[in-house]
């Protein structure tokens, strides 16, 4: 079974700068899509970035663009998104996600419904 595993919240500042990681284990997938997700209370769950695992592709949810930025190490199977410049709006639980890319149109990469796999998650909380 796949598992991940999110690290890296917690308290800042605004304008602040904060590293997420999200650590895969048991994954199969030759190739996949990991993606990030927020949840603040009462709102709805929001796709935040995806990239696939060959890192050809990547996208960003347009609140988030210039100042979070992806990355990965595949020999670790762990994805990071490096949060900047933030604002009290990015205070949410964080998740990430992920599934094969077959299951994941790439224009649907950022829609929750399409991933399978989940961590627990990490708040971060932008004061």
């Known amino acids: 079974d796949v598992q991940l595993v999110e690290s890296g919240g917690g308290s800042v500042q605004v304008g602040g700068s904060l590293r997420l990681s999200c650590a895969a284990t048991?994954?199969?997938?030759?190739?996949?899509?990991t993606a990030w997700f927020r949840q603040a209370p009462g709102k709805e769950r929001e796709g935040v970035a995806v990239?696939?695992?060959?890192?050809?592709?990547?996208r960003y949810a347009d609140s988030v663009k210039g100042r979070f930025t992806l990355s990965q190490d595949n020999a670790k199977k762990t994805v990071y998104l490096q949060m900047s410049d933030l604002k009290p709006e990015d205070s949410a639980m964080y998740y990430c996600?992920?599934?094969?890319?077959?299951?994941?149109?790439?224009?649907?990469?950022?829609?929750?419904?399409?991933?399978?796999?989940w961590g627990q998650g990490t708040q971060v909380t932008v004061s």
């Open positions: 996600a992920a599934d094969r890319d077959v299951n994941v149109p790439p224009s649907l990469a950022l829609d929750s419904g399409r991933y399978n796999n």
């Open positions: 048991g994954v199969t997938y030759r190739t996949y899509f």
């Open positions: 990239i696939h695992s060959e890192g050809h592709y990547t």
